[in-house]
């Protein structure tokens, strides 16, 4: 399995076929029993669970400041305001935790991500826990930081749809194996209702259903 460089790749499977076991492994959280994880040229990694994980005592402009805590405060002023502004949240810098929405949460998750400027994005179902609106409009948002940043992105999804929608590659898993990589050769951004989204969503499900 490889990233091209700048795209994403969508890794999409039954529950319990090894998906999420990926993204600790790249991320260092489990160490390989074998085989290689090669990470080139930059070791800058970022990740994003289901689970926002903010930590509640802190504001949002502190959870995101976090990755960079050790920069200057003038620094850390000007990136954090910088990657909520890229994901909306320019106004919620002295919110805590307990006052955002889910959708407000995931956000603010991503943009603790991004305040390191990774080269190579893990993203563990980030849009899973949200309603289908919220969902879909984080997506679209998704789609233009992803353009705008060219960062390589690994992202696990339960979704057919997401997959489809958000990644250049999707690659279906089945009893912790590569079933098919399929490449999805169009442009961005895509919209679900799209009838070449549809086509491909369709091949990725019969794949899915008789894995």
């Given amino acids: ?86 994901v909306g949240l320019s106004h919620t810098e002295t919110y805590y935790p307990l006052e955002l929405s889910g959708g407000m949460a995931q956000r603010a998750a991503l943009a603790r991500a991004l305040v390191q400027s990774p080269d190579i994005l893990l993203m563990d179902e980030p849009f899973g826990a949200l309603d289908a609106i919220t969902r879909s409009q984080i997506q679209i948002d998704f789609e233009s930081i992803q353009q705008h940043k060219k960062m390589t992105v690994l992202l696990i999804t339960h979704e057919v749809n997401e997959a489809v929608r958000l990644a250049d590659r999707v690659t279906v898993l089945a009893n912790a194996q590569v079933l098919e990589t399929l490449d999805i050769a169009l442009d961005h951004p895509r919209a679900v209702t799209n009838m070449q989204v549809v086509q491909y969503a369709a091949k990725v499900l019969n794949l899915l259903t008789h894995s």
């Fill in 1 to 86: 399995m490889n990233i091209p460089e700048h795209k994403v790749l969508a890794v999409i499977g039954k529950s319990g076929c090894g998906k999420s076991t990926l993204i600790r492994l790249i991320s260092g959280l489990l160490t390989p029993i074998k085989g290689q994880i090669n990470i080139a040229p930059s070791q800058r990694v970022g990740v994003v669970f289901q689970d926002p994980r903010l930590l509640p005592w802190k504001t949002v402009f502190e959870n995101v400041a976090l990755p960079i805590r050790n920069q200057s405060k003038t620094e850390q002023k000007k990136i954090v305001r910088e990657v909520l502004d890229l």
